[in-house]
């Protein structure tokens, strides 16, 4: 019995340790909390056995040990608050109890904008209108156990805006000083306004936090976020690469090359389909919506497939190369004679997909 109590406390000892080295450096998510108590869980089961089925051979109480030095350590440098907020819980060790809202604007009078932005716990929102400016708006909350802490907290953060122009285009970069363990004790919620008569290409990326673009019209386009929807309201692009957990995609989207990812959300899209390009839209566990137009100079080069759910493929003049209940390939009839030729690779798992005009 002593031997396994040794064991167990070098074994959380070492694990808290290593844990914290490796933690502290690293942006933790709902998800990742999910993989790590699977395989902790996992572990734990396994030494169990081997140390029943062979007496001899303890390693029960070191595993044991080690799985909760990381587990403290991983809490410790993260906070809860990946974990809670997969549940839709907005709660930590402390309430917010203290906020502001920071501006910043300046001239656009160039053609284009690149906007680069690195964000977290919370959403980003970007959109036009009709002024020859942009601005950037910045809602933080901090988290505090007193009023005192949470305002050293919102005074601690900083913002850094960088300005370039290079060939008519405006690159705008807004970064932050805080550092992966700290995020926790705050949420930022992010507003852009952009000129409309600007041609818009953005980098953004955030957690525990939805994107909305909104009457944007340009370039490229990358989005990364999780535990949040990405939205597309009146969006045209050149190229779209998108990517979310546990959040919709849905809207109104148009770009000749468009890659989509999320995971336990729903994909729910209208393509107008004005000109020729290549979707691929991936999810699962959730449904696949898509509403293309009915216009005869529009085909349709359509890969479905499900692997526990139905596909409803209400397109007029196809022709298919398979049609299971699961799985559809088709071309509209005379697809190659189309002057709009527009491909959809699309799939889901456990759910249905359901396309029409």
């Known amino acids: 019995m002593r031997k396994e109590k040794g064991l167990g406390f070098g074994g959380l000892l070492i694990g808290f340790g290593a844990g914290w080295i490796v933690f502290d ?14 395989i902790a869980g996992a572990l734990i089961v396994v030494s169990t056995l081997v140390s029943w089925k062979s007496p001899g051979f303890d390693i029960g109480g070191l595993t044991r040990g080690l799985m909760i030095g990381l587990l403290v350590s991983l809490i410790a440098t993260s906070g809860t608050d990946p974990f809670i907020r997969s549940w839709g819980i907005d709660s930590n060790w402390g309430d917010y109890r203290a906020q502001e809202t920071r501006a910043l604007t300046g001239d656009l009078a ?42 050293d907290n919102l005074d601690d953060i900083e913002f850094d805006l960088t300005e370039t122009v290079l060939s008519g285009v405006m690159r705008l970069v807004l970064r932050h000083n ?3 363990n700290k995020m926790s004790l705050y949420t930022l919620a992010v507003e852009v306004m952009l000129p409309a008569d600007a041609e818009v290409s953005v980098d ?3 957690s525990n936090g939805g994107i909305v673009l909104t009457d ?3 370039g490229d386009i990358d989005l990364s976020t999780s535990n949040g929807d990405l939205v597309f309201e009146d969006v045209t692009a050149d190229e ?11 809207g109104t989207l148009e770009a000749p090359v468009t890659f989509i990812g999320t995971s336990n959300g729903g994909i729910s899209l209208e393509l107008p389909s004005t000109e020729s390009g290549r979707y691929v839209l991936k999810t699962s566990n959730a449904g696949v919506d898509l509403r293309l137009s009915s216009s005869s100079s529009v085909g349709y080069d359509l890969d479905l497939s499900t692997s526990n759910g139905a596909i409803d493929l209400g397109l007029a003049n196809l022709e298919y190369s398979r049609d299971t209940r699961t799985s559809k390939e088709a071309r509209t009839v005379g697809f190659s004679g189309k002057p709009v030729q527009v491909i959809i690779d699309a799939s889901t798992s456990n759910a249905s997909m359901d396309v029409d005009d």
């Open 216 to 218: 944007i019209t340009g």
């Open 204 to 206: 953004l990326d955030s």
């Open 178 to 180: 805080v550092p992966s």
């Open 110 to 151: 160039v053609d284009g904008a690149f906007l680069d932005i690195d964000s977290f716990n919370g959403p980003i929102a970007v959109s036009t209108w009709a002024e020859d400016e942009y601005s950037i708006s910045i809602l933080i909350k901090a988290r505090g156990e007193t009023d005192g802490d949470a305002e």
């Open 240 to 250: 779209v690469d998108a990517d979310t957990s546990n959040g919709d995609v849905r």
């Open 25 to 38: 450096a690293m942006r933790i998510t709902s998800q990742f909390f999910g993989y790590f108590l699977l």
